[in-house]
């Protein structure tokens, strides 16, 4: 088992993480529909700009280019039967990248997001199958040299069981990451307190847990309070949020974050708990340039209250903040019963709390 980002979090109060792939990539000339993945053999150049860009403004861990990575979502573009090298060689490329920028401590983190299929009884993906195409994707992941692997944007709880079973068998340290883009809550319903429940069930334990993707920095830094309210004492949490809320500018989805904006996320990200902080959708090189140098100059603040981060980033859910009012909605995971939806525009599977 690599060690190597557990002995970074206990020499350093945070560590920065990088941001957008698939964004960043339309501006390298990837067409719309078109597998990111796929240039892990195609054009392994660009994935290594992509990859160079956030190293060289500072990030301390990299993700690869491996999002879809699973032989169900590379199915779509006939490429699942070289699930593995496409794992194996996104890992190698981080690496390579890495070595020519002389940042050979930079933490590669295997990439796996939802599969796109829906569990059954809603759909055709056992609990067994989901597992089996997770192991692969981290089989993968493993003989390239990642270092962690990083299950991310995921909506649903057998969605993470399933992918925690799989990534297990490679015997990686593991993070979690949830997506609460729908009132403060996963797709699927599941609250950021939920998370941390699920956390200390879970076996093995992911080394760290947290938020990716969303509706913006103010929801995920709400999503913090709510995480930290049920989190135990040595928890580490993560922030990874889309740079602001997109738009569309002269026909392309643009996202209005700016970089003095995701550089007050980072400070806030870090008074709520957060060690590991970075950006997802939208974020280019110049943010995490900012967010570096706003963690460095930083101190670490009280805990700020909803009304203060609502203030400094913008407006959030309904939903988000009647969790910070108590609302039972954060009940145990163990406690909810199960169905599913899906996001992004894939399917994807897993339970969703009861109501």
């Excluded at 969303?214 to 949020?241: F, H, P, Q, R």
Aim: glycine fraction near 12%.
């Amino acid at each position: 088992m690599s060690d190597r980002l557990q002995a970074l979090l206990q020499e350093r109060p945070w560590l920065l993480a990088d941001g957008a792939t698939g964004t960043n990539f339309f501006a390298l000339g990837l067409e719309h529909g078109d597998a990111p993945e796929l240039w892990n053999l195609s054009h392994p150049e660009k994935v290594k700009v992509n990859y160079r860009t956030f190293i060289d403004a500072g990030s301390d861990i990299v993700l690869t280019n491996t999002f879809g990575g699973t032989r169900n979502r590379l199915k779509l573009h006939k490429a699942q039967d070289q699930c593995v090298e496409i794992n194996r060689r996104a890992a190698e490329l981080a690496h390579e990248a890495a070595r020519e920028a002389g940042r050979e401590d930079v933490i590669v983190a295997g990439s796996m997001g939802p599969t796109g299929d829906l569990f059954e009884p809603l759909g055709p993906l056992t609990l067994e199958a989901g597992t089996a195409a997770f192991a692969e994707q981290a089989q993968g992941l493993a003989e390239g040299g990642a270092d962690v692997l990083w299950i991310e944007t995921i909506s649903a709880i057998d969605e993470v069981k399933a992918a925690v079973s799989g990534a297990a068998t490679t015997g990686l340290p593991l993070v979690i990451t949830l997506s609460f883009d729908t009132n403060g809550r996963t797709m699927m319903g599941v609250t950021p307190a939920q998370v941390a429940h699920l956390t200390h069930e879970l076996h093995p334990n992911p080394l760290a847990f947290g938020g990716n993707c969303g509706t913006g920095a103010a929801e995920l830094v709400i999503a913090l309070l709510n995480m930290g309210e049920a989190a135990l004492e040595g928890d580490i949490m993560v922030a990874k949020s889309n740079c602001g809320i997109p738009e569309f500018v002269d026909g392309e989805i643009a996202y209005n974050g700016t970089p003095e904006l995701m550089a007050d996320y980072a400070r806030l990200a870090v008074d709520c708990g957060a060690r590991i902080i970075g950006g997802c959708c939208g974020t280019t090189g110049e943010h995490i340039r900012a967010m570096r140098a706003a963690l460095e100059a930083h101190e670490k603040g009280p805990k700020p209250t909803a009304e203060e981060i609502v203030a400094r980033l913008g407006t959030v859910s309904a939903g988000a903040l009647k969790q910070q009012d108590g609302s039972p909605g954060d009940l145990p995971v163990r406690e909810r019963s199960s169905g599913r939806r899906g996001r992004r525009g894939n399917k994807e599977s897993g339970s969703v709390p009861g109501f």
